[in-house]
């Protein structure tokens, strides 16, 4: 099964270079035709890499919400980039400083300086099975199932911890492992009944290890709100004969 979100376009290199683009064209600036005529600065490099108008999303026409009738994929990095109801690219030799990329998506060191252009996603992973809102039906053998993705590349493996951390079991991907896509991983668990903190750690092709959340914070402090891509932990509550055990919730960790 697969499960990306399937894009059609047209590759933006093409149209660069047929509308004639020059050497000294260095930055783009996509502009929506929304009212608030979003806007990126993107490097041209970027831009000439991957990047992609798109007119169609899963086979059929983008709809309104996603920008139609086109709008602009680049892979790997943060959707803010993927300007919708694209009416516009301008052409410059420095990036234009607009909103999204000055008061917005930027992250505020804990020194006071504003990190910018963090364009690329780093490697995130998460449990959507069993995850909070679901229940435990009682202990007994479980498939863990998740997603796991990376804005670098591929990912190389995914390993789940059913103890905070502590002990890890590599899981098995059971979805094509496509360059800087949704990848779905299972593993196998036998849960016997007692308080479980249930994490996912992927390592991408490039070595990066997803990050605890308290590691993330020592490093990026607490203002970062944009690439919050630490490791999250449920928490399952032992099993009490299903009135309370059994619950999920989403804890720090
Ligand atoms: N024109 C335009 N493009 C836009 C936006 C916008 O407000 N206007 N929002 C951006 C942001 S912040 C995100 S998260 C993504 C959301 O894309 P989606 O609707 O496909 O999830 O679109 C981006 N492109
Ligand atoms: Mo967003």
Not at 156 to 173: I, L, M, P, Y
Request: aromatic share 12%.
């Amino acid at each position: 099964m697969m499960s990306c979100v399937e894009y059609t376009g047209v590759r933006l290199s093409d149209l660069l270079k047929e509308a004639g683009i020059k050497p000294e064209g260095k930055w783009i600036l996509p502009e929506g035709a929304d009212a608030s005529g979003m806007s990126r600065s993107i490097p041209v490099d970027l831009a000439m890499d991957d990047c992609f108008v798109a007119y169609a999303q899963n086979g059929e026409a983008l709809r309104r919400e996603q920008g139609y009738p086109i709008r602009l994929v680049v892979p790997g990095c943060e959707a803010n980039m993927w300007v919708k109801y694209l009416r516009r690219i301008y052409v410059h030799d420095v990036p234009m400083q607009h909103r999204e990329e000055t008061s917005k998506y930027t992250e505020l060191m804990p020194d006071g300086t504003a990190q910018r252009f963090s364009w690329y996603m780093e490697a995130n992973s998460v449990i959507t099975y069993p995850s909070p809102d679901f229940k435990m039906q009682g202990p007994g053998k479980y498939f863990v199932r998740g997603l796991a993705w990376s804005g670098r590349g591929k990912v190389a493996h995914v390993d789940v911890s059913f103890d905070g951390g502590k002990n890890w079991k590599e899981a098995h991907f059971t979805s094509p492992v496509l360059d800087k896509a949704w990848t779905r991983f299972e593993v196998e668990w036998d849960w016997d009944g007692s308080e479980a903190f249930m994490m996912s750690r992927v390592t991408d092709e490039t070595g990066y290890v997803q990050p605890p959340m308290p590691q993330m914070r020592k490093l990026e402090g607490t203002n970062n709100v944009y690439h919050r891509t630490a490791m999250v932990t449920w928490r399952i509550h032992a099993w009490d004969g299903g009135k309370n055990g059994g619950m999920i919730e989403n804890v720090q960790y």
